[in-house]
C-alpha cells in the first residue's frame, strides 16, 4: 500500500471535505496511477483541470493524459477544478509530463481551455 | 466633434483645447500615452524634474455604449523607477468619463512657481485649477470622501497619496472605484511621483453634459462588441461563475505554486507553505464565512463583465478593502513569508490609502527582511514598515524609493529588479518565457507586457511551437505586440484570454476598434500596430540611453538553483537580443 498527499482546489474540494481548498491523505495500492486515485476520490475526469504531482503538470482542463500516471509512496497530487485558469505565458516554461506534452501537441499547447472552444 | 488633447500647464495655470495633430489622431490608449512622451519628453530628463509630463489617455473604445469590460485608463510619462517610457493602466470610474468629455488625452505639464498644491476639475465647461492645501498629505481614502462630498455627480478621482506627494519611486496613480474609494492604481513605475512633480494632488472628472465619443460605424462597432462579448461569456476563465469571477486573478496563487513557480521569500524558493492560505480560494472562503460587505465577483468599473474583484471583509463583515488580488496577496503574502490575510488585506489598505504599488511594496518588504531588518513571515513588523512611510522617517522615504533603494540600503544583492523595476508573481527560473518578457519588455518586469494571443489567431506568419525551446523570442514579442494593442483600446488585458481560444472574438476586438475610429483595423493587423507601438517605445528608451545588456534577468537568477526544480536562468543573451532585433533592421 501506499500513501498520497493530495490536495483539491475549487468546488471539487468537497471530495476531500472542504469547500474551496482540502487536503487528506489516500491509501492506494501498489502501482496505483491517477486513474486509480480519480475514482477512490469520486471525481470524475470531466471535473478536473490541471493537475500536477510534486510540481510537475501532469494535466489541463480537458484533457487527460494524466490517467496511466504511476503514483509513489509520499507523492503530492493537487488537483485543480475546471473553473481555474492558467493563461498559457504564465506556463510557457515549466515543468510537463511527457504525455501532457505530447497531447498538447496534438491539442494547441497554447490554449487556455480543451475541448469546448474553437480551435 | 473629433477628439481633443487637453494641454494643463501648472507653470501659470493654463488650460488650453488643442485639435489631435495628424501623426497622433489614429492612437488612443497606451499608443497615444507612448506617441506623446516619445515627441514631448526629452528622454534624458530627469523624471522628477520641469521636462518631463503626465499623459492621461482613455481607450479607443472607452465611452461608447456598452463595450465590454473597456474601463481602461493609460498613464505616461518617464518613469522615476526604471528612467524608460512607463505605460501604466487602471481600471475604476476615469476612463469613459475622460472619453464622454471629447478628450483623447490630457497632457499634464509644467510646474507650479509657488510650490503649493492643486486639484483639478475637469467639466465640459473646462479646467478648473483649486488650492489644495486641505488636501495635502491625505490618504487617497479621504481624499476620495471629500471629493465625492465635494461634486455631487460621484466623478471620477484621479489621485496620488503621500508617497506621490514626496515624489518618492513606488508611488502610483488612484483611480476611484463605483463605490468612490481608491484601489484601482497605475501602480507600477512611480507615475504617481510624476503627478507629484506637477503638484497635482488630484483630478476629479465629471462628464455631465459632455459631447461623448463619436462612432465612426456603429454597425461594426455592433457587430465587434457582440461577438467580443459573445467570446467573454462563453469562455470558461471570463464567463459568470468562470475562474476570474469566483477567485479573482489570485485564482493562480495555488496552481503556481503547485507549479513550483510561486516567488518566495524574496525569490529564494518557488513554492510557499502557506500559499493557500492567502489564495482565492481562501479569499472565497472567508467572504462565505464572515458575509457582511464582503464579495467576490465585484467589478472594478463600470460595464466590466468578467467581475473580477473582490472586496475582502473582516471579521465583523466590514469591508477591509478591495482588492485583494493575486500580485497582491502574493507580493506581501508568499514573497515575505506572510500567510495571514487578513494581514495581507490591511497591508493592501494601506498601500492604496498612501499611494504605493502593492507589487513594488512588497517586495520591498522582502528585501528589507532579507536585509535583515525584520524576519521573513513576521506580519506585525511588516505591518509597521508602513508606518515608517507614512510619518516618512528617512528609512520610510528609502522603503517608499522601492526594491532597488532599499536593497542599496541594506546590502542585498539578491534584487529581482529589471531595468529598475521589481518582478511580479511568476519566477523566471520556473516560468521561462514569462522570463524572456520580463527581460525585454519596455517597462520594466512586467507581468502585464506579454499577455497571450496564440500566433495561429494573431495571424502571424510561420509556425512556432511553444513546446520547443527554440523561438521564445519570436513568442515573446507576439505576445508584447498583442498587449500593447489591448492597452490602446480601452478593454481590460484579460480580453486575452477569450480571444486567444475563441478567434471571433478576436476580430470582434479589432471590428470594435475599427467601428468607433473608422480605421481600417482587422484581426490581423492587430500586431503590426501593436509593434509601431512597442517600437515608439524602445525609440524612447535608447534615446534615454538603454541598451540590449538593460534587456536581462537579474544576475542571481542565472547561479541561485530555485527549488524544488532547482534551476537557474537559461535562456541565452543571444535568444533575449532576438526579441527586438527588428527594431535595429536585422
Same mark, same amino acid.
Given at each position: 500500500?501506499?500513501?498520497?498527499?493530495?490536495?483539491?482546489?475549487?468546488?471539487?474540494?468537497?471530495?476531500?471535505?472542504?469547500?474551496?481548498?482540502?487536503?487528506?491523505?489516500?491509501?492506494?495500492?501498489?502501482?496505483?496511477?491517477?486513474?486509480?486515485?480519480?475514482?477512490?476520490?469520486?471525481?470524475?475526469?470531466?471535473?478536473?483541470?490541471?493537475?500536477?504531482?510534486?510540481?510537475?503538470?501532469?494535466?489541463?482542463?480537458?484533457?487527460?493524459?494524466?490517467?496511466?500516471?504511476?503514483?509513489?509512496?509520499?507523492?503530492?497530487?493537487?488537483?485543480?477544478?475546471?473553473?481555474?485558469?492558467?493563461?498559457?505565458?504564465?506556463?510557457?516554461?515549466?515543468?510537463?509530463?511527457?504525455?501532457?506534452?505530447?497531447?498538447?501537441?496534438?491539442?494547441?499547447?497554447?490554449?487556455?481551455?480543451?475541448?469546448?472552444?474553437?480551435? | 466633434?473629433?477628439?481633443?488633447?487637453?494641454?494643463?500647464?501648472?507653470?501659470?495655470?493654463?488650460?488650453?483645447?488643442?485639435?489631435?495633430?495628424?501623426?497622433?489622431?489614429?492612437?488612443?490608449?497606451?499608443?497615444?500615452?507612448?506617441?506623446?512622451?516619445?515627441?514631448?519628453?526629452?528622454?534624458?530628463?530627469?523624471?522628477?524634474?520641469?521636462?518631463?509630463?503626465?499623459?492621461?489617455?482613455?481607450?479607443?473604445?472607452?465611452?461608447?455604449?456598452?463595450?465590454?469590460?473597456?474601463?481602461?485608463?493609460?498613464?505616461?510619462?518617464?518613469?522615476?523607477?526604471?528612467?524608460?517610457?512607463?505605460?501604466?493602466?487602471?481600471?475604476?470610474?476615469?476612463?469613459?468619463?475622460?472619453?464622454?468629455?471629447?478628450?483623447?488625452?490630457?497632457?499634464?505639464?509644467?510646474?507650479?512657481?509657488?510650490?503649493?498644491?492643486?486639484?483639478?476639475?475637469?467639466?465640459?465647461?473646462?479646467?478648473?485649477?483649486?488650492?489644495?492645501?486641505?488636501?495635502?498629505?491625505?490618504?487617497?481614502?479621504?481624499?476620495?470622501?471629500?471629493?465625492?462630498?465635494?461634486?455631487?455627480?460621484?466623478?471620477?478621482?484621479?489621485?496620488?497619496?503621500?508617497?506621490?506627494?514626496?515624489?518618492?519611486?513606488?508611488?502610483?496613480?488612484?483611480?476611484?472605484?463605483?463605490?468612490?474609494?481608491?484601489?484601482?492604481?497605475?501602480?507600477?513605475?512611480?507615475?504617481?511621483?510624476?503627478?507629484?512633480?506637477?503638484?497635482?494632488?488630484?483630478?476629479?472628472?465629471?462628464?455631465?453634459?459632455?459631447?461623448?465619443?463619436?462612432?465612426?460605424?456603429?454597425?461594426?462597432?455592433?457587430?465587434?462588441?457582440?461577438?467580443?462579448?459573445?467570446?467573454?461569456?462563453?469562455?470558461?476563465?471570463?464567463?459568470?461563475?468562470?475562474?476570474?469571477?469566483?477567485?479573482?486573478?489570485?485564482?493562480?496563487?495555488?496552481?503556481?505554486?503547485?507549479?513550483?513557480?510561486? #516567488?518566495?521569500?524574496?525569490?529564494?524558493?518557488?513554492?510557499?507553505?502557506?500559499?493557500?492560505?492567502?489564495?482565492?480560494?481562501?479569499?472565497?472562503?472567508?467572504?462565505?464565512?464572515?458575509?457582511?460587505?464582503?464579495?467576490?465577483?465585484?467589478?472594478?468599473?463600470?460595464?466590466?463583465?468578467?467581475?473580477?474583484?473582490?472586496?475582502?471583509?473582516?471579521?465583523?463583515?466590514?469591508?477591509?478593502?478591495?482588492?485583494?488580488?493575486?500580485?497582491?496577496?502574493?507580493?506581501?503574502?508568499?514573497?515575505?513569508?506572510?500567510?495571514?490575510?487578513?494581514?495581507?488585506?490591511?497591508?493592501?489598505?494601506?498601500?492604496?490609502?498612501?499611494?504605493?504599488?502593492?507589487?513594488?511594496?512588497?517586495?520591498?518588504?522582502?528585501?528589507?527582511?532579507?536585509?535583515?531588518?525584520?524576519?521573513?513571515?513576521?506580519?506585525?513588523?511588516?505591518?509597521?514598515?508602513?508606518?515608517?512611510?507614512?510619518?516618512?522617517?528617512?528609512?520610510?522615504?528609502?522603503?517608499?524609493?522601492?526594491?532597488?533603494?532599499?536593497?542599496?540600503?541594506?546590502?542585498?544583492?539578491?534584487? #529581482?529588479?529589471?531595468?529598475?523595476?521589481?518582478?511580479?508573481?511568476?519566477?523566471?527560473?520556473?516560468?521561462?518565457?514569462?522570463?524572456?518578457?520580463?527581460?525585454?519588455?519596455?517597462?520594466?518586469?512586467?507581468?502585464?507586457?506579454?499577455?497571450?494571443?496564440?500566433?495561429?489567431?494573431?495571424?502571424?506568419?510561420?509556425?512556432?511551437?511553444?513546446?520547443?525551446?527554440?523561438?521564445?523570442?519570436?513568442?515573446?514579442?507576439?505576445?508584447?505586440?498583442?498587449?500593447?494593442?489591448?492597452?490602446?483600446?480601452?478593454?481590460?488585458?484579460?480580453?486575452?484570454?477569450?480571444?486567444?481560444?475563441?478567434?471571433?472574438?478576436?476580430?470582434?476586438?479589432?471590428?470594435?476598434?475599427?467601428?468607433?475610429?473608422?480605421?481600417?483595423?482587422?484581426?490581423?493587423?492587430?500586431?503590426?500596430?501593436?509593434?509601431?507601438?512597442?517600437?515608439?517605445?524602445?525609440?524612447?528608451?535608447?534615446?534615454?540611453?538603454?541598451?540590449?545588456?538593460?534587456?536581462?534577468?537579474?544576475?542571481?537568477?542565472?547561479?541561485?538553483?530555485? #527549488?524544488?526544480?532547482?534551476?537557474?536562468?537559461?535562456?541565452?543573451?543571444?535568444?533575449?537580443?532576438?526579441?527586438?532585433?527588428?527594431?535595429?533592421?536585422?
Amino acid at each position: 500500500m501506499i500513501t498520497v498527499d493530495v490536495t483539491l482546489y475549487g468546488d471539487i474540494a468537497h471530495f476531500a471535505g472542504g469547500s474551496h481548498v482540502a487536503s487528506q491523505d489516500v491509501n492506494l495500492t501498489e502501482k496505483a496511477t491517477v486513474g486509480d486515485l480519480l475514482q477512490k476520490l469520486g471525481l470524475s475526469p470531466d471535473d478536473r483541470g490541471y493537475l500536477f504531482i510534486n510540481a510537475v503538470l501532469h494535466d489541463a482542463p480537458g484533457l487527460y493524459a494524466s490517467k496511466d500516471a504511476a503514483l509513489d509512496d509520499g507523492d503530492h497530487i493537487g488537483i485543480f477544478s475546471t473553473t481555474h485558469m492558467w493563461p498559457y505565458q504564465y506556463r510557457d516554461g515549466i515543468h510537463m509530463s511527457d504525455q501532457l506534452q505530447k497531447a498538447m501537441k496534438k491539442h494547441g499547447s497554447m490554449q487556455n481551455v480543451y475541448g469546448r472552444t474553437d480551435k | 466633434m473629433s477628439r481633443k488633447i487637453l494641454r494643463i500647464n501648472m507653470s501659470d495655470q493654463s488650460a488650453v483645447y488643442e485639435d489631435i495633430p495628424e501623426k497622433w489622431s489614429k492612437w488612443a490608449g497606451r499608443g497615444l500615452t507612448s506617441a506623446i512622451v516619445l515627441d514631448e519628453v526629452e528622454p534624458t530628463c530627469h523624471p522628477l524634474g520641469p521636462n518631463n509630463k503626465l499623459v492621461i489617455a482613455p481607450g479607443w473604445v472607452s465611452g461608447t455604449p456598452a463595450a465590454p469590460s473597456s474601463g481602461r485608463t493609460s498613464f505616461g510619462g518617464k518613469s522615476p523607477l526604471t528612467g524608460t517610457i512607463k505605460e501604466s493602466n487602471s481600471g475604476g470610474l476615469s476612463s469613459k468619463k475622460i472619453a464622454k468629455l471629447g478628450l483623447a488625452a490630457i497632457i499634464l505639464e509644467g510646474e507650479p512657481q509657488d510650490g503649493e498644491w492643486y486639484q483639478l476639475a475637469i467639466t465640459k465647461d473646462g479646467v478648473e485649477f483649486k488650492d489644495a492645501s486641505d488636501l495635502a498629505g491625505k490618504g487617497m481614502y479621504e481624499v476620495d470622501e471629500i471629493l465625492w462630498d465635494q461634486y455631487p455627480n460621484k466623478p471620477a478621482v484621479i489621485g496620488i497619496g503621500p508617497v506621490g506627494e514626496k515624489k518618492l519611486s513606488n508611488a502610483g496613480i488612484s483611480v476611484n472605484d463605483p463605490e468612490g474609494k481608491p484601489g484601482r492604481y497605475a501602480g507600477r513605475g512611480g507615475l504617481g511621483a510624476v503627478m507629484g512633480a506637477r503638484g497635482v494632488k488630484a483630478i476629479v472628472v465629471d462628464d455631465e453634459g459632455g459631447p461623448g465619443v463619436d462612432i465612426a460605424d456603429e454597425d461594426l462597432l455592433k457587430q465587434g462588441r457582440t461577438k467580443l462579448r459573445d467570446a467573454i461569456m462563453e469562455h470558461d476563465l471570463t464567463k459568470p461563475d468562470g475562474g476570474l469571477n469566483t477567485y479573482g486573478t489570485n485564482v493562480l496563487m495555488n496552481i503556481i505554486n503547485e507549479a513550483g513557480g510561486l #516567488p518566495t521569500r524574496n525569490f529564494s524558493a518557488g513554492q510557499f507553505e502557506g500559499a493557500a492560505d492567502i489564495s482565492g480560494e481562501r479569499v472565497a472562503e472567508m467572504v462565505e464565512k464572515r458575509g457582511g460587505e464582503g464579495m467576490t465577483g465585484h467589478g472594478c468599473h463600470p460595464g466590466c463583465i468578467i467581475q473580477c474583484s473582490n472586496i475582502y471583509p473582516d471579521e465583523e463583515g466590514e469591508a477591509v478593502v478591495s482588492v485583494v488580488e493575486y500580485e497582491t496577496a502574493w507580493a506581501l503574502g508568499a514573497n515575505c513569508g506572510i500567510d495571514d490575510l487578513d494581514y495581507v488585506a490591511e497591508m493592501t489598505y494601506q498601500c492604496n490609502d498612501l499611494g504605493l504599488d502593492t507589487i513594488e511594496a512588497g517586495n520591498t518588504i522582502a528585501i528589507a527582511m532579507e536585509g535583515g531588518q525584520i524576519e521573513f513571515g513576521d506580519k506585525e513588523a511588516a505591518l509597521a514598515l508602513f508606518d515608517e512611510i507614512r510619518e516618512m522617517s528617512p528609512l520610510g522615504r528609502i522603503y517608499g524609493q522601492g526594491v532597488e533603494a532599499t536593497a542599496k540600503a541594506f546590502g542585498v544583492h539578491r534584487v #529581482p529588479t529589471v531595468k529598475g523595476q521589481s518582478m511580479p508573481a511568476y519566477e523566471p527560473r520556473a516560468i521561462k518565457g514569462i522570463g524572456v518578457t520580463y527581460a525585454t519588455s519596455p517597462m520594466g518586469a512586467d507581468h502585464t507586457a506579454g499577455y497571450t494571443i496564440a500566433p495561429e489567431i494573431a495571424g502571424v506568419g510561420g509556425k512556432v511551437d511553444p513546446l520547443d525551446e527554440e523561438g521564445k523570442s519570436d513568442l515573446s514579442l507576439t505576445f508584447q505586440a498583442a498587449t500593447a494593442f489591448v492597452d490602446s483600446t480601452g478593454y481590460c488585458l484579460f480580453i486575452a484570454f477569450p480571444i486567444l481560444d475563441i478567434s471571433s472574438g478576436w476580430e470582434g476586438m479589432a471590428e470594435s476598434v475599427a467601428g468607433v475610429t473608422g480605421l481600417d483595423i482587422t484581426g490581423d493587423d492587430v500586431i503590426d500596430i501593436g509593434k509601431e507601438i512597442l517600437r515608439m517605445e524602445r525609440e524612447f528608451n535608447k534615446k534615454a540611453g538603454f541598451t540590449a545588456q538593460d534587456d536581462r534577468p537579474p544576475e542571481f537568477m542565472r547561479y541561485e538553483k530555485l #527549488p524544488p526544480h532547482n534551476e537557474v536562468w537559461s535562456v541565452s543573451d543571444e535568444e533575449l537580443d532576438q526579441v527586438y532585433a527588428w527594431t535595429n533592421g536585422k
